[in-house]
């Protein structure tokens, strides 16, 4: 499996930014340079409790801190991604991650596949269950039960892009020989990109749904150890673990000089890959402008698929 190189997308700012070009440059720079994905982030709306960000025990972070305030500018990541769609033809649409339980499950997926179709099958759904109990609370759910509503809306998805007609029955929702049509052009459906820590809601998820790991919290600094359980438990489901992606990073920080140190942060790429990481988001500094944000990204790119054996 050849590694991949993502980059995010900054679909939010603290205040109004007057413009989004910017953002958009970057997505086309992407394209022109080789990389393979670009993401986006998802928050619908905010509570003042933001420290929960930070709370890993209701699905934040360890240490971590919200990048904006309650007010904060945020774009709904389909919409961003269907226009970054149409300007581009290569790079792969991700959502890094995208609280799919907010959205009623079969507009959902009638969206995804519209995207993917109009896209030529560029899409990747990342999906999670998010930190913040106000947004499960807005939109009418239960914040305690999400686990479960996010493997429900899952479950729609994958039958309806996957049966036509399709039926569903659950303690949440029920039809029966529902046409929800086009389907999308990959084989299967969308990949699923599940995130979160390794424990066994997430375990689960990952058997019945995952083509992709994303990891979050503590994992993020080692998914090696989660990797062999996640092999362990889709064996025990009947899956193999052929053409299962996972993510790692990539950051690459400026030296005393100015210049991107590449060679530091591409010397852990190697035993990364060997131990089983197969994509890699990026971080950089990267300067204003296409061309010269194309031209910054084309050399990272050249040379993390030299380090990557690719």
């Not at 990952?206 to 062999?228: Q, V």
């Amino acid at each position: 499996m050849t590694p991949a190189l993502s980059l995010h997308l900054v679909n939010f700012a603290v205040k109004d930014p007057g413009s989004w070009q910017p953002m958009f440059d970057k997505a086309l720079a992407a394209e022109r340079a080789g990389i393979d994905r670009v993401t986006v982030s998802d928050h619908v709306v905010f509570g003042e409790n933001l420290e929960a960000y930070g709370n890993p025990e209701t699905g934040g972070m360890r240490g971590s801190k919200q990048p904006t305030g309650p007010d904060g500018q945020w774009l709904e990541p389909m919409t961003v991604l269907s226009v970054v769609a149409g300007m581009t033809k290569r790079v792969r649409l991700g959502t890094g991650v995208l609280q799919a339980a907010l959205r009623r499950p079969i507009v959902l997926a009638k969206t995804c596949a519209t995207l993917d179709v109009l896209s030529g099958g560029r899409l990747d759904l990342g999906i999670g269950v998010g930190w913040q109990r106000e947004e499960y609370e807005a939109a009418g759910l239960s914040f305690d039960g999400r686990g479960p509503l996010l493997d429900d809306c899952l479950d729609v998805l994958q039958n309806a892009w996957r049966n036509v007609p399709s039926d569903h029955d659950s303690e949440f929702l029920k039809f029966n020989r529902i046409y929800c049509v086009p389907q999308p052009v990959q084989p299967g459906g969308v990949p699923i990109w599940v995130s979160g820590t390794i424990n066994p809601r997430t375990l689960r998820r990952l058997a019945r749904f995952g083509s992709a790991w994303i990891p979050w919290g503590d994992d993020i600094r080692d998914p090696a150890p989660g990797l062999a359980r996640i092999a362990e438990v889709m064996a025990e489901h009947g899956r193999d673990m052929d053409g299962f992606r996972t993510q790692g990073n990539l950051m690459v920080r400026a030296g005393d000089d100015g210049k991107l140190d590449l060679a530091k942060a591409l010397e852990p790429v190697a035993a990364q890959v060997e131990a089983g990481i197969t994509d890699f988001a990026l971080t950089a500094p990267l300067p204003a402008g296409q061309d010269a944000a194309a031209e910054v990204l084309a050399g990272i790119v050249d040379a993390f698929h030299k380090a990557a054996g690719a």
